[in-house]
């Protein structure tokens, strides 16, 4: 199974962690419908196991923080708001440099780019984000390639996507290229 860590965190934007927690459970509902095994493992991860408030207000916790999770196959980090308070966090971004060095996929959706650009692990590679971020997000890295035209792009393992929705699809890009298109079309 591949370990599928989400990254929970304060004024996160909730579609960005509900598109990735849905696509990739729904390739479990649909291979488990068929009488096969689950693929994916998912779990929540964060800073701590508290309650935090999206920015809709919704109230999420996360299943285990940084320093007790299962060890992580793809980490997704949703947008949101506080991506760019995270990101200027020392011990976040140290765990997340720790983090990169064994996974195999690191995923931002939309604002989650910010945590990605300031690991400085894409220096020199293309990041998508939203638009309405892309002239800050280069400002603040200018060592990174911010792509605010493409749905999503994929550099090494680092994938990320332009907005939420965008997210849904590098999701399900992700699928197809671990399951192939049928299934990624099923779960479209």
Known sequence: MINVGVLVYPEIQALDLAAAVDCFGQ????????????????FTVGQTTATVKAENGLQLSAEYTLQDCPAIDYLVLPGGAGARPLAADPAFMAWLQQCASSAQKLLSICTGAYMLAHSGLLDGKPLATHWRFAKDLQQRYPKVQVNATELYVMADKFYSSGGMTAGIDLCLAVIEQDLGVAIAQAIA
């Not at 291979?31 to 689950?38: D, H, V, W, Y």
Request: a positive charge; zero cysteines; glycine letters at 6%.
């Open 27 to 42: 390739v479990n509902q649909t291979l488990m419908a068929t009488g096969r095994q689950p693929y994916y493992r998912l």
